[in-house]
């Protein structure tokens, strides 16, 4: 018998339940969709979800309980380590190990054909690190619930009460009630590291501004039976100030866009919330028209009434 990674044999880690442990990777959007993924399948795996959390400077500074009251088990309040199953231990399995399943990194497409197999796997502990949503494969969940379900977990959500409070006063002092309110997201990615192998890059240029701006004409030129017989109006989240003044300085937008006038700032927890707001205040509508491959305005899409991400900008990074 191969002797488990947990420790010098197998007989040291003594999981005392079925565990799911994921390591989600980078910013918060990322990693709420990788929670939203796991509680998913966990659940029809009959696993406890044990999540290895990272606060990474520059990144995530904060830990899970800044941001959420929303119950989220961490490795550290998970019974594993007291039955001798210790992280590095787990994060290090080897292939064949009884006890353990490593799947290790998960964060490519071709990660989904393996994730998908979870439901076949027989050992007490599956660990992987991915930054990506993944989905069991069909045969134990059809796509239907699984986008409900997924759906459900952001309804869920708790922030603390302060994030809640700035989205409220914000709606409240512009009378967001009285629109037909659309979220509109614009990343720059001029906060971030550019990752180049993605498609993702600084765009300081704004190369794909003219395409914002027809997806913004579209939707105010909508039917009035389409907008419930009200004015369109735009929330506008974005990392790029200059990127706000450009769009406000356009005189057929004039009163029909509001925007929160903060730095969104990686490096800090504040800061973090302060995106926080800014992403509930876009989930608060009818759908988003957001930048392509942007992750904050894919999962935003999810708090909407119709469930809905418009994209522009995916020229700019396939040509």
């Not at 003594?14 to 918060?28: D, E, I, N, R, T």
């Not at 039917?223 to 200059?242: G, M, Q, Y």
């Not at 700032?265 to 504040?270: A, K, L, P, Q």
């Amino acid at each position: 018998m191969i002797a488990s990674s947990c420790g010098p044999s197998s007989k040291d880690c003594h999981p005392s339940a079925k565990y799911l442990v994921v390591q989600p990777y980078a910013g918060l959007s990322n990693r709420l969709r990788v929670l939203a993924s796991a509680k998913i399948m966990a659940a029809i795996t009959d696993r406890y979800l044990v999540v290895d959390w990272s606060v990474i400077p520059n990144e995530l500074p904060g830990t899970w309980q800044d941001f959420f009251l929303s119950p989220m088990t961490t490795y550290e309040q998970s019974p594993l380590w007291q039955e001798g199953c210790s992280l590095e231990r787990i994060k290090n399995a080897q292939e064949g190990d009884p006890v353990i399943k490593n799947l290790g990194d998960q964060n490519s497409a071709e990660g989904d054909k393996v994730v998908a197999k979870i439901p076949e796997f027989k050992e007490p502990i599956v660990y992987f690190g991915t930054s990506l949503n993944f989905q069991p494969a069909s045969l134990y969940l059809s796509d239907q619930e699984y986008r409900k379900r997924y759906s459900a977990f952001y309804q869920d959500l708790d922030p603390h009460a302060w994030v809640m409070d700035e989205v409220r006063n914000f709606q409240k002092a512009h009378n967001f009630a009285r629109y037909f309110m659309v979220g509109a997201h614009y990343r720059a990615w001029v906060t971030g590291t550019p990752d180049e192998t993605q498609g993702v890059a600084t765009d300081r240029e704004h190369r794909y501004f003219d395409d914002f701006v027809a997806k913004l004409r579209a939707a105010i030129n909508e039917p009035s039976s389409r907008t419930d017989n009200k004015p369109v109006a735009f929330f506008l989240a974005s990392d790029d100030p200059t990127l706000k003044e450009k769009l406000l300085a356009l005189p057929e937008f004039k009163g029909r866009i509001f925007t929160r006038d903060v730095k969104i700032d990686r490096s800090t927890v504040r800061g973090q919330e302060d995106a926080l707001v800014d992403w509930f205040l876009l989930g608060d509508t009818n759908y988003v028209i957001g930048t392509y491959q942007s992750t904050f305005s894919d999962e935003a899409a999810h708090l909407t009434k119709e469930n809905k991400k418009i994209e522009f900008g995916k020229a700019a990074y396939t040509n």
